[in-house]
């Protein structure tokens, strides 16, 4: 079993749209959108829900009003200011506290100090992950809730489910749509895999995120491929992007002009490969090809 994962530096760059294409050439696999921060996926995929499961991150401390005193213990070990007086400030013979949520950190400081008890250390849902069926195969897929923490432990969470899901359906490729960036859940996303694709743009902020992705990849020793998305509107850049690559023996598997039909595929809730036919379908083949021969994945049209 082979395990994909499409990453690129910053959002917009199209990866969503190539993961998208790439499940639709894709034959029989297990699709995981791991960018849960600001999942898209399911925009395009329009995925039928089976599951739907509590993501319980991390844990906030919570008072009881019965027990606590208001001796402050509990706000002067504080360090996050996260506990304040519950009730008018002159009204010493009701003086206890509460706990804001949005402000703990669930360090549990509190609770070990508090002399009476008063205050427990409770799980708090920080988002939810999906399990689902799409019109290429089964998909995991989550949403952190806003503010939410712990997005690296959420998508180990969900890449396990889709492994899990994977050996017993005998898949032999996991499709996964990576979030943006170089941070903890895109290293989450990483980890493990046998390749990963970087999208980028033939901008100057484009070649300096494929470097840092690239190096993120290498350091983790996950062979990369790059796939020069709108190239047709900086010709330079994107030779230049190759340049790079070819002094890193990284493999370009090719461009993709920018096309409005991509939009309009988005709009239409369908991958560009669905949408069209055109020369952004074309280049997604012989990319998919190409990446074909790198992996030994079978392509639905075979």
């Not at 082979?2 to 790439?22: N, R």
């Not at 400030?89 to 506290?97: C, F, G, S, V």
């Amino acid at each position: 079993m082979k395990e994909i994962v499409i990453l690129s530096g910053k959002g917009g760059t199209g990866k969503t749209s190539i993961a998208a294409a790439f499940a639709t050439l894709a034959a029989d696999p297990v699709v995981v959108d791991c960018d849960v921060d600001a999942a898209d996926l399911h925009l395009v995929l329009q995925p039928d829900v089976l599951e739907t499961h509590n993501f319980t991150g991390r844990q906030s401390a919570r008072i009881d009003a019965d027990k606590c005193f208001g001796c402050m213990r509990c706000v002067n070990a504080c360090r996050f200011g996260a506990i304040s007086l519950d009730g008018p400030a002159n009204d010493l013979i009701a003086k206890t506290y509460r706990i804001d949520p949005g402000a703990c950190e669930g360090c549990g400081v509190c609770a070990t100090v508090c002399p009476v008890g008063a205050i427990d250390m409770e799980d708090m849902v920080s988002g939810r992950w999906f399990v689902s069926r799409t019109r290429v195969g089964p998909m995991v897929h989550a949403r952190l809730n806003a503010g939410g923490e712990n997005s690296g432990k959420l998508v180990t969470l969900i890449r396990n489910k889709a492994r899990e899901i994977a050996h017993a359906a005998n898949a032999g490729l996991i499709l996964t749509d990576g979030p943006p960036g170089i941070g903890c859940p895109v290293i989450a996303s990483l980890a493990g895999a046998s390749r990963v694709v970087i999208v980028t743009e033939p901008t100057v902020s484009g070649i300096h995120d494929l470097e840092r992705v690239a190096k993120l990849a290498s350091h983790f020793r996950v062979p990369a491929c790059i796939v020069i998305n709108k190239a047709d509107i900086n010709p330079d850049k994107a030779g230049a992007i190759e340049d790079l690559a070819a002094g890193h023996e990284i493999p370009v598997l090719g461009r993709i002009v920018y096309d409005p039909v991509v939009t309009a595929a988005q709009l239409a809730g369908k991958s560009v490969i669905e949408y069209s036919k055109g020369p952004v379908s074309s280049a997604l083949h012989e990319i998919w090809d190409a990446l074909f021969n790198m992996t030994g994945q079978q392509s639905i049209e075979e």
